[in-house]
T-cell receptor
Framework: GAGVSQSPSNKVTEKGKDVELRCDPISGHTALYWYRQSLGQGLEFLIYFQGNSAPDKSGLPSDRFSAERTGGSVSTLTIQRTQQEDSAVYLC????????????FGQGTRLTVV | GESVGLHLPTLSVQEGDNSIINCAYSNSASDYFIWYKQESGKGPQFIIDIRSNMDKRQGQRVTVLLNKTVKHLSLQIAATQPGDSAVYFCAEKTSYDKVIFGPGTSLSVIP
């Protein structure tokens, strides 16, 4: 596709359930980011994939959060045993090169934990 | 997770006036400083960046100023229009590392 695609756009889940959020980056982009944005706030870094390098997981808030990037393309962010404080918009972005400053963002997945 | 702000400061400007949005950054080793614009319900969109060895860069209606002495970055928008209403985020990056976003500023343009 032409841009970064995220699915689902909205997800409502019950507390304690696991969720998977998907990101399809722009074809050929080697860098992929996940951020979390709570209502009316800034972007919290979660995880960064760059090519075949080991991902930078330093932003993951707990061991309930994990992410994979298969074949250098699609990424899945998994949240296990969801809690109400996990409710937020989860944004994925990709960029062309390691030194690239222009990250292209998807529309985000709005996660609501009830 | 790394950085981001608590409550967003708000800047209100009259349509046609110039806007100045400020940001303080933390990492002296950053190679790039970047501004993003986020409209309601959308992901952030790249506006302009500046390398750490520059102090000014101009784009279309926007100018970014970098003061490394006091670790300060600003975005100037000329002749602000209603379509400029959004949240603006500064960000920083080292060449081979992740983009880290700073606190946002909500810009409201009064017609």
């Amino acid at each position: 596709g032409a841009g970064v695609s995220q699915s689902p756009s909205n997800k409502v889940t019950e507390k304690g359930k696991d969720v998977e959020l998907r990101c399809d980056p722009i074809s050929g982009h080697t860098a992929l980011y996940w951020y979390r944005q709570s209502l009316g706030q800034g972007l919290e870094f979660l995880i960064y994939f760059q090519g075949n390098s080991a991902p930078d997981k330093s932003g993951l808030p707990s061991d309930r959060f994990s992410a994979e990037r298969t074949g250098g393309s699609v990424s899945t962010l998994t949240i296990q045993r969801t809690q109400q404080e996990d409710s937020a918009v989860y944004l994925c972005a990709s960029s062309l090169a390691r030194a690239g400053t222009e990250a292209f963002f998807g529309q985000g997945t709005r996660l609501t934990v009830v | 997770g790394e950085s981001v702000g608590l409550h967003l400061p708000t800047l209100s400007v009259q349509e046609g006036d110039n806007s100045i949005i400020n940001c303080a950054y933390s990492n002296s080793a950053s190679d790039y400083f970047i501004w993003y614009k986020q409209e309601s319900g959308k992901g952030p969109q790249f506006i302009i960046d500046i390398r750490s060895n520059m102090d000014k860069r101009q784009g279309q209606r926007v100018t970014v100023l970098l003061n490394k002495t006091v670790k300060h970055l600003s975005l100037q928008i000329a002749a602000t229009q209603p379509g400029d209403s959004a949240v603006y985020f500064c960000a920083e990056k080292t060449s081979y590392d992740k983009v880290i976003f700073g606190p946002g500023t909500s810009l409201s343009v009064i017609p």
